[in-house]
């Protein structure tokens, strides 16, 4: 049985694909959270963080013979696990990188290596800035701008917890924008109007988190965009469903 880490968009097509080719599936997910597309009928599933040891643990008993990670190319925390706990165990990992939307023919864009430097870099522009990073590194905005009397807004999932994380960093009523995407050009381009955004903080989180769209809304209205870079995975992945799978059998060559 494979493990496959993660709930984003890739996960779905990812266990179609393997069981497709004979491999029973378990997909582990951190929240309830259903991920996109159907969920197959044969793909088994289990939901609830997991530390290195929790998943070396799950590994064992369910007798895990490799981990696929496709976890968001920004949990880093969760794919650091996972390799440990392949390490531990002696199975294999491999990782699915959703490729990068971000090239050079996007103009505006400006790079931060982490939060705290995209939260100075965003309020330094004097301008109302438009949070689209969800909830969990919400606070060194919140105090920046705070600091700089710079209007912020911050686009969310339309949940519970995420306006629960909103509260916590410090965000009021006004300055939250509850929604679930997909977004197109016309919806983030009216976004940024409405609230007189001047720079948008993104995620490079691919075409599959919307980026593009994003980055063509903020060009159209004259919107600078500020992105944090992704942090490595503890082992390269590939950059395709296809590329993934026959890595995979390459590994077991008799499924």
Same mark, same amino acid.
């Given at each position: 049985?494979?493990?496959?880490?993660?709930?984003?968009?890739?996960?779905?097509?990812?266990?179609?694909?393997?069981?497709?080719?004979?491999?029973?599936?378990?997909?582990?997910?951190?929240?309830?959270?259903?991920?996109?597309?159907? #969920?197959? @009928? &044969?793909? $088994?599933?289990?939901?609830?963080? %997991?530390?290195?040891?929790?998943? =070396?643990? *799950?590994?064992?008993?369910?007798?895990?013979?490799?981990?696929?990670?496709?976890?968001?190319?920004?949990?880093?925390?969760?794919?650091?696990?996972?390799?440990?706990?392949?390490?531990?165990?002696?199975?294999?990992?491999?990782?699915?990188?959703?490729?990068?939307?971000?090239?050079?023919?996007?103009?505006?864009?400006?790079?931060?290596?982490?939060?705290?430097?995209?939260?100075?870099?965003?309020?330094?522009?004097?301008?109302?800035?438009?949070?689209?990073?969800?909830?969990?590194?919400?606070?060194?905005?919140?105090?920046?701008?705070?600091?700089?009397?710079?209007? #912020?807004? @911050? &686009?969310? $999932?339309?949940?519970?917890?995420? %306006?629960?994380?909103?509260?916590? =960093?410090? *965000?009021?009523?006004?300055?939250?924008?509850?929604?679930?995407?997909?977004?197109?050009?016309?919806?983030?381009?009216?976004?940024?109007?409405?609230?007189?955004?001047?720079?948008?903080?993104?995620?490079?989180?691919?075409?599959?988190?919307?980026?593009?769209?994003?980055?063509?809304?903020?060009?159209?209205?004259?919107?600078?965009?500020?992105?944090?870079?992704?942090?490595?995975?503890?082992?390269?992945?590939?950059?395709?469903?296809?590329?993934?799978?026959?890595?995979?059998?390459?590994?077991?060559?008799?499924?």
């Amino acid at each position: 049985m494979i493990l496959l880490i993660g709930g984003t968009t890739e996960a779905v097509p990812i266990a179609r694909a393997l069981l497709k080719v004979g491999f029973n599936v378990l997909l582990s997910t951190a929240t309830e959270m259903p991920p996109r597309g159907r #969920l197959p @009928a &044969r793909l $088994l599933r289990r939901t609830g963080m %997991l530390n290195a040891e929790g998943l =070396a643990e *799950l590994i064992c008993t369910r007798g895990i013979c490799a981990v696929v990670d496709a976890t968001h190319p920004y949990a880093a925390a969760t794919s650091v696990n996972a390799w440990h706990a392949c390490r531990q165990t002696g199975i294999p990992y491999v990782a699915f990188d959703r490729p990068s939307t971000i090239g050079a023919s996007f103009d505006g864009i400006f790079r931060a290596e982490n939060h705290a430097e995209a939260a100075a870099l965003a309020c330094s522009f004097r301008h109302p800035v438009l949070l689209t990073i969800g909830v969990r590194n919400l606070s060194p905005y919140v105090s920046a701008a705070r600091q700089q009397g710079i209007p #912020l807004v @911050a &686009r969310v $999932l339309n949940h519970p917890s995420s %306006l629960a994380e909103c509260r916590r =960093a410090g *965000l009021t009523t006004e300055e939250i924008v509850c929604a679930n995407g997909p977004f197109s050009v016309t919806e983030n381009a009216s976004l940024i109007m409405r609230h007189h955004i001047g720079v948008l903080v993104t995620k490079d989180s691919g075409d599959a988190g919307g980026v593009r769209t994003k980055i063509i809304a903020a060009q159209t209205s004259k919107c600078r965009v500020v992105v944090i870079r992704r942090p490595a995975r503890p082992q390269a992945g590939y950059p395709s469903i296809a590329a993934l799978l026959k890595a995979i059998q390459t590994i077991f060559p008799g499924c």
